[in-house]
């Protein structure tokens, strides 16, 4: 049985400037589990952008209904270790061939910037690492910090991560599909960015 979502703000983000408000709404590592991106999409309440962090399907197996959520909202999406690999390899079952040809066109990387906030947008790591997991501790965490970004957007690990690294706000919603370890079971999560306060709130689904 599906539980409220818990709003757990980890960290107050960015000094805040005048900006017109955006809600941000970030997903990641979905792995083919529409009803967790529809719990998501419910529990971060109205959002001007979804972006999705890679991930959305899994290596072995596609989901039209979690690509065709994606792209019914128009959401920011890059590509992850598991879309690289259902893509190189043998494409079985019943799969829309226009979504997954949208979700293969999708980039691996992508340099925005949502109402003056300078915004890079990966997967696993800003640098080349074979999808290495780098969480907070990680002794290449601080490799995030940039000065050509305010915030850097990233999935990959299944953990949350919101973490200040000089000017560059850093933030992992953790996974929304099949989310992290906790000692009784899976927390899934997702995490909504205000433009305007310049913070990240992560959102806790189980």
């Not at 409220?4 to 005048?18: M, T």
């Not at 992508?110 to 696993?124: E, N, Y």
Request: hydrophobic letters at 40%; aromatic letters at 8%; glycine letters at 8%.
């Amino acid at each position: 049985m599906l539980v409220a979502a818990r709003r757990v703000k980890y960290a107050i983000g960015l000094e805040r400037k005048e900006t017109e408000k955006m809600r941000l709404g970030i997903v990641s590592d979905v792995h083919c589990q529409a009803h967790a991106l529809d719990r998501a999409l419910a529990a971060m309440g109205p959002i001007d952008r979804l972006i999705c962090l890679g991930d959305a399907i899994n290596q072995f197996a596609f989901c039209n209904e979690t690509v065709c959520r994606l792209r019914a909202h128009d959401a920011i999406v890059v590509l992850g270790n598991h879309e690289e690999a259902f893509f190189a390899g043998p494409q079985r079952g019943s799969i829309d061939r226009p979504l997954a040809d949208w979700l293969a066109s999708r980039p691996h990387r992508i340099v925005t910037d949502f109402d003056g906030v300078r915004t890079l947008i990966v997967h696993s790591t800003p640098w080349p690492s074979d999808h290495a997991y780098v969480s907070a501790g990680h002794r290449d965490f601080h490799r995030f910090a940039s000065p050509d970004f305010d915030l850097v957007l990233y999935g990959h690990t299944h953990q949350p991560v919101v973490e200040r690294l000089g000017g560059t706000l850093v933030v992992n919603p953790g996974s929304t599909g099949e989310g992290r370890p906790v000692p009784d079971g899976f927390v899934r999560s997702c995490a909504v960015f205000d433009t305007a306060a310049r913070e990240a709130t992560v959102i806790d689904l189980d």
